[in-house]
């Protein structure tokens, strides 16, 4: 968050109650929520127990709410069975079977209409031909597609099967995707022929290809749609075009009911280490929560469109694309393309054709759209809105009044939800119907959700306005797992302080005089590029693996459209040319980036010097790094650099 961010929201006084438009429109009931607090306040774990009963359709009930004997493996619903697919489906078959659940557009503009019958069937058509290519329960299966319709029937299909899915985003390398299949040990990979994107086609196969050649043993075949057409090479014996593998495939698939903690997916995450983390997610906690949060977050009812824009390669698009409105039995906009194609009006016309009334997306989209200017928007009819989310990054309170007035029509609440992918669900954000918004808030902890700000002592901070350290201090449902394959680094990354007692979130917030949240940013190394959780010891081992590079720092830089840029410090080996290094260098290191992680690691901006700046202990002074790449002078004491004279170097000047 840049300065200017932190000056504007410590003096937020500006208060959003619902609007009586959308009240008109609310589905849920004021009181109803408000009596949702006391009764998770009188006992969480009944408070859970009963949204489970009423929400979800289990196959065997479960006896035993909630198994803490392992703590902090917490085991939600352990005794009760059901199947993530039936719940989001088979149970739409009855009364709902002809509504919409997917209006899936192409980058080219092209629109499909997906009903609940016809979603239904493909899904059980591709589980039985996963099945038919020995997938069994409990093996993993990689899904590496394009954002279409396709991908949500492929982690249906999983779910449907008891297989555990791993999306991996299409912006991911193949060295990427290839630790993922490994650290997964997956038996498939589902992937395309291609993706479009602003006219462009996203090589998937071909990355595809370049991971199973990197290793990637434990992989029997893999799964081809045909999106693109173009000319790919398919490797006989392994590869199969998703149309042939379908042939003769039943359209009756039985699911296969799994127990309430059996892994739904493993979706990786960046953390303070070199190595992505598998976060293990559960089926029936997690099926939960994405439940309650659509209708207390997005108050969703029977007529909405709800359009969340996020990819499924990450958790907003499992939650809020793939599980959460399905399972609700609501209509959902699938969006192959990006927003600024064939113009910056894409998000908006799509509103307008689509009748969107539920728009989710992320503050660096809205800056970037912003940017691009009124006139633009206002060329739309955006009047089906009546209700807009964010998510991913804190919203500067500009960004926020924008899409309030300009996109809102000043009659829309914004949601701003803080989760994570450990999360699984919104843990803090507003229930429309009842909350006053504030811009820049993401205000109070849902039901049953023990949100605090404590010291390093794990005591409760309790002035306003002092920031801490965001906890959570009572499990929760959709609550991560495990880190898949490691459950020591499971305690070590989230449960390394006061005891033990609390979830660390890794985010520092404070409360404001009414008790707000204000999320102030991560505690780690962790950065947020355009809502993308990053981690700088990634990039540092990405930018060191190149020959040339002997050693390198990586910080975040405040950018007004990202959020944080990507900014490297690089020491090469060998002398350091007179006169300067050559810009060629840059964008080979860049292009480098790229293919060991994906293009949004790669660094906005290389800075070469003789050596980082250390302690005489060696450390290197990643605070005096962040000084610098924001151009601020420096105003600390540099005289316990072990190498003082290299600060001209690093900031340019030399
Ligand atoms: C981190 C989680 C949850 C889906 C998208 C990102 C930051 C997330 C907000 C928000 C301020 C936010 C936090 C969090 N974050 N939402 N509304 N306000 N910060 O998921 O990649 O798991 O990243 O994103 O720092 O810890 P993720």
Redesign the pocket.
Request: charge should be negative; hydrophobic fraction near 35%.
């Given at each position: 968050m840049s300065e200017d961010n932190i000056e504007s929201t410590l003096h937020e006084d500006r208060h959003f109650p619902p609007s009586a438009d959308f009240i008109r429109t609310a589905s849920t009931n004021a009181d109803k929520l408000a009596s949702l607090y006391t009764q998770a306040e009188q006992n969480n774990t009944e408070f859970w127990a009963d949204q489970a009963r009423t929400e979800i359709d289990w196959q065997t009930p479960f006896s035993t709410t909630l198994d803490s004997s392992n703590a902090p493996f917490f085991r939600w619903f352990p005794d009760g069975k059901l199947n993530v697919s039936y719940n989001c489906l088979d149970r739409q078959l009855e009364h709902n079977a002809d509504k919409t659940a997917i209006i899936f557009e192409a980058d080219n503009g092209d629109v499909e209409y997906i009903s609940y019958r016809e979603l239904h069937r493909r899904v059980c058509v591709f589980a039985n031909t996963l099945k038919a290519q020995g997938i069994e329960q409990g093996d993993r299966v990689i899904i590496y597609m394009p954002m279409i319709a396709e991908a949500v029937i492929a982690m249906q299909a999983c779910a449907r099967i008891g297989a555990i899915h791993s999306v991996v985003f299409g912006g991911f390398s193949s060295s990427s995707l290839k630790d993922r299949i490994e650290d997964t040990q997956a038996k498939l990979v589902i992937t395309a022929d291609g993706g479009n994107r602003g006219g462009r086609i996203i090589e998937l196969k071909a990355t595809t290809d370049g991971a199973l050649e990197q290793g990637c043993d434990s992989i029997n075949s893999v799964i081809v749609l045909q999106r693109t057409a173009h000319d790919i090479s398919m490797q006989s014996g392994r590869d199969i075009w998703w149309h042939d593998a379908e042939q003769g495939q039943s359209e009756q698939c039985e699911p296969t009911w799994v127990d309430a903690t059996h892994p739904l997916f493993i979706l990786y995450?960046s953390g303070s280490t070199g190595k992505p983390k598998g976060i293990q997610h559960s089926s029936g906690g997690y099926l939960l929560n994405a439940i309650t949060t659509m209708r207390w977050v997005f108050d969703i009812n029977d007529s909405d469109v709800f359009w969340c824009t996020?990819d499924v390669g990450?958790?907003?698009g499992h939650t809020y694309v793939a599980y959460g409105p399905l399972a609700t039995g609501s209509t959902i906009v699938i969006f192959e393309g990006v927003p600024t194609y064939p113009d910056a009006g894409r998000f908006w016309d799509m509103c307008q054709r689509h009748c969107v009334s539920i728009f989710y997306t992320?503050p660096t989209a809205i800056r970037a759209l912003m940017k691009a200017g009124d006139e633009i928007p206002n060329k739309y009819d955006l009047s089906q809105l009546r209700l807009l989310g964010?998510?991913?990054?804190?919203?500067n309170p500009k960004a926020w009044m924008w899409y309030h007035t300009v996109i809102g029509k000043e009659k829309c609440p914004i949601v701003?939800?803080?989760?994570?992918?450990?999360?699984g669900a919104h843990m803090v954000?507003p229930m429309p119907v009842t909350t006053i918004t504030k811009p820049g808030s993401?205000t109070r902890a849902l039901p049953g959700i023990d949100a605090s700000i404590v010291n390093d002592d794990g005591d409760e901070i309790t002035k306003a306005n002092q920031g801490g350290y965001l906890v959570i201090r009572q499990p929760w449902p959709s609550m991560i797992q495990t880190v898949w394959g490691d459950d020591q680094r499971y305690k070590d990354t989230y449960w390394p302080m006061f005891d033990g007692k609390y979830y660390l979130?890794?985010?520092s917030a404070r409360r404001d005089e009414e008790g707000y949240f204000w999320?102030m940013?991560?505690i780690d190394d962790?950065l947020?590029v355009s809502?993308?959780?990053l981690g700088t010891m990634e990039i540092e081992s990405a930018i060191v693996s190149h020959p040339q590079v002997a050693e390198a720092a990586v910080v975040g830089q405040p950018h007004d459209i990202k959020g944080e840029a990507v900014f490297a410090y690089v020491v090469l080996k060998g002398e350091r040319p007179a006169g300067g290094v050559d810009d060629t260098l840059t964008q080979e290191l860049r292009a480098w980036v790229g293919e060991q992680i994906g293009a949004i690691a790669k660094p906005d901006d290389i800075r070469y010097a003789d050596n980082l700046p250390k302690t005489r202990s060696g450390k290197i002074m990643r605070r005096l790094l962040r000084t610098i790449a924001k151009g601020e002078e420096i105003t600390s004491d540099t005289s316990t650099l072990e190498n003082e004279s290299i600060l001209p170097q690093l900031q340019g000047k030399a």
């Open positions: 995450t996020a990450w958790i907003t992320a964010t998510v991913g990054e804190p919203i701003d939800t803080w989760w994570q992918t450990e999360t954000a993401c979130a890794g985010d999320i940013g991560r962790v947020n809502g993308h959780r």
